[in-house]
């Protein structure tokens, strides 16, 4: 009886001191998913698992603590979710408007049956700091600023360098298209890559759209990619639309066949991108689609290599995408930059961005201009199309 009770004194010491010199908290995040008009996504992840929510307020002046605001709890079917990533899904939000936020973990020690031990609690800053921030995309905005960034393989310098070329006060988005890392690795491979620094520069309180790349796909947490980002929604291809722009995010898949021997048999791409030809055939025909003056696509690959997955696109997305009216596709993958004229590959221009530069962009409803900026702040390119009247 002594040594079971000696036993149990040592374990919880040990634990004790485990929790002591490892604190539970928020690792990573929070930012921002999904924003459009009425909703918005806050991802975050937390050093174990724990359960996660939000509270939202209005940006109406008013002190963060000056009543108890409404929480949004991450759960799945009625449970609260368990687990170290969260993301809670905020609808029913107005247009074009600010909203302030804070998110909570509290940690779960332990579960036995209907019993739970929690532990400590973590929240993002709202008595020393600015609460965080939000705001909603708008379809009547009058223009629309996004920055443009691509493969930079994990290089969280470069990415700092590039948006540091932006005035991110007054760019309302940023667009992450594809090969952010090498290889889906790891949460240290995403998080230290690049989404930290996303989170530091801007990812809290404004719009990132992520467009998947070939690299992306590989790894061993590619088939958790929906867990960080673009969570909650169906797919991780997508279409949003702000102000006079309607975007549609593509996702490429792998360059080379499924059959290669470098994907020992796990993809199938070719029968994903049929299906994402359907959704794409939808997408086109409707009215927000439709509606707006200006139609930009995101895909990775720009189909124009030669190579198994640049034939796909060119066979399955882009005679779609030619009777659609698209104004411009935005591209990376060549870690050099090139452009197309209309004809050549599609009948709307394909810009495809270099790892080293970063693509400006300014659109009102008669024209689109896009700026070509280095590294060192040096422009390279403008490009500006109009739209006839």
Known sequence: MRKSIFSLLIFFTATALLRAQDPFGIIHGPYLQNVTSSEATVVWVASSSSVGWVELAPDDGSHFYAEERPRYYDCRNGIKTQSRIHSVRLTGLKPGTTYRYRVFATEIVSRSGWYVDYGRTSATNVYSKKPLRLTTLDEDASSVSFAMV????????????????????????????????????????????????????????????????????????????QDYFSTRQEHIYYMFRHGPVCFVALDCGEDKPDSDLEYSGINCYDQYRDEQAEWLRKVVSSKEFQSAPFRIVTCHMPSTSGWHGDNEIREKFIPILNKAGVDVMLSGHLHKFQRTAPGEVAAFPIVINSNDDVLQCKVTPDELQIRIVSREGKLLDTITIRKHK
């Open 150 to 225: 691509n493969d930079i393989h994990g290089d969280s310098g470069k990415l700092e360098d590039l948006l540091r070329q932006c005035n991110l006060d007054e760019t309302d988005m940023v667009l992450f298209v594809g090969d952010m890392v090498s290889q889906f690795s790891s949460e240290e491979a995403v998080f230290g890559g690049f989404m930290d620094k996303a989170v530091e520069l801007f990812a809290s309180e404004k719009p990132m759209y992520y467009t998947r790349g070939n690299h992306e796909t590989r790894g061993d947490l590619a088939f958790n990619f």
